[in-house]
């Protein structure tokens, strides 16, 4: 990935790829690091984990313009 600035960033394949930027209470950050386990391949657990991914693919499909087909043949 090339960064050109913060408003430019190209994909390794030449595309423009989706950049999310997260920010959490630094609160909820030291809550998820304290029951993160790095050694374990089920943390974080779902309960923890998917509510937060559910949260940025909202916000990835709020922010992304629909696909229009131009040849709806």
């Known amino acids: ?3 050109i600035d913060c408003y430019n960033v190209i994909d390794d394949d030449g595309s423009a790829p989706t950049v999310i930027v ?3 209470p630094q609160a909820e950050m030291d809550a998820l690091q ?3 386990d790095p ?3 089920t943390s ?3 309960a923890v984990s998917r509510p937060i ?3 940025i693919l909202d ?3 709020a922010a992304t313009p629909p696909v ?3 040849d709806p043949q």
Do not use: E, I, K, T
Request: proline share 8%; net charge positive; hydrophobic share 45%.
């Open 34 to 36: 304290a029951s993160y």
């Open 59 to 61: 916000a990835v499909r």
């Open 53 to 55: 991914v559910r949260d």
């Open 39 to 41: 050694n374990s391949g």
């Open 68 to 70: 229009v087909n131009p």
């Open 44 to 46: 974080p657990s779902a």
């Open 1 to 3: 990935m090339v960064v």
């Open 22 to 24: 997260l920010r959490f």
